[in-house]
C-alpha cells in the first residue's frame, strides 16, 4: 500500500464529518524500517471532524498482526482492537508528528497530513507487552509443542537445587 494513500488533503474538504476506511496488510508495516511487525489483516476507520480551527481524528483499528510468542517464539496472529484520537491545532511551526501522543500543531500554510505515522504507532500502542500463544478448547496453551517440552525439560532443570555441601550445615540451625 502506498504511503500516498494515508494523506489527507484537509484544506479541500468542507467542514464537518468525514469518514475514511484503510485495509492493512503486510504492505504497510514494510514502509516502517524498525518494524516489528511483518505482516498482518488490519482495518482502520478513520472519522475526520473538521472546522476552520481545528481538526479531529478518531482512529479504530480492528484485524490481526502477526507476532512472535514470548513463550515458544513462535508465529501467530493476535487479534487487536483500539481507539485512539489526534487533536490537530494549527499555528506558526508545523511540531514533530513522531513526538506527538494525541495532539499535534501544524503550520497555518499546511494543506496536507499524512496519517500513516499517526496509524502504525496506534496499530503498535494496540498490541499487548505479553504475546503469547491463546489457549486451546482444552485450556492448554497452543504454543509449539517441540518448544514446550525443551522448555519444560530446562525448567525441570533450573528447579533442581544444587548447594555448596559446605553450607548444608546451616539448615540444622535454628534461628
Known amino acids: ?3 500516498n494513500n494515508f494523506v ?3 484544506k479541500t474538504m468542507t467542514a464537518g464529518r ?3 476506511n484503510f ?3 503486510g ?3 514494510a514502509q516502517f524500517a524498525e518494524s516489528e ?3 498482518g489483516k488490519i482495518d482502520v476507520d478513520v472519522t475526520a471532524d473538521i472546522s476552520e480551527y481545528a481538526l479531529k481524528f478518531g482512529f479504530d483499528i480492528r484485524g490481526t498482526v502477526e507476532v512472535e510468542c ?4 513462535g508465529l501467530f496472529n493476535l487479534p487487536i482492537e483500539g481507539y485512539f484520537e489526534l487533536n490537530v491545532k494549527f499555528g506558526d511551526q508545523t511540531s514533530d508528528p513522531a513526538e506527538a501522543d494525541d495532539e499535534i500543531v501544524l503550520s497555518y500554510d499546511e494543506t496536507k497530513l499524512d496519517l500513516s505515522h499517526h496509524i502504525y504507532e496506534y496499530i503498535v500502542l494496540s498490541v499487548p507487552a505479553r504475546r503469547v500463544h491463546p489457549n486451546g478448547i482444552d485450556g492448554l496453551p497452543t504454543c509449539d509443542p517441540d518448544m514446550s517440552a525443551t522448555l519444560e525439560v530446562l525448567e525441570a532443570h533450573d528447579n533442581v537445587l544444587e548447594t555448596d555441601p559446605r553450607w548444608d550445615q546451616l539448615r540444622n540451625y535454628e534461628f
Open 8 to 10: 489527507v488533503d484537509y
Open 23 to 25: 485495509h492493512l496488510d
Open 18 to 20: 468525514h469518514e475514511m
Open 37 to 39: 511487525f511483518q505482516n
Open 27 to 29: 504492505g504497510f508495516f
Open 1 to 3: 500500500m502506498a504511503k
Open 70 to 73: 514470548d513463550r515458544c517464539l
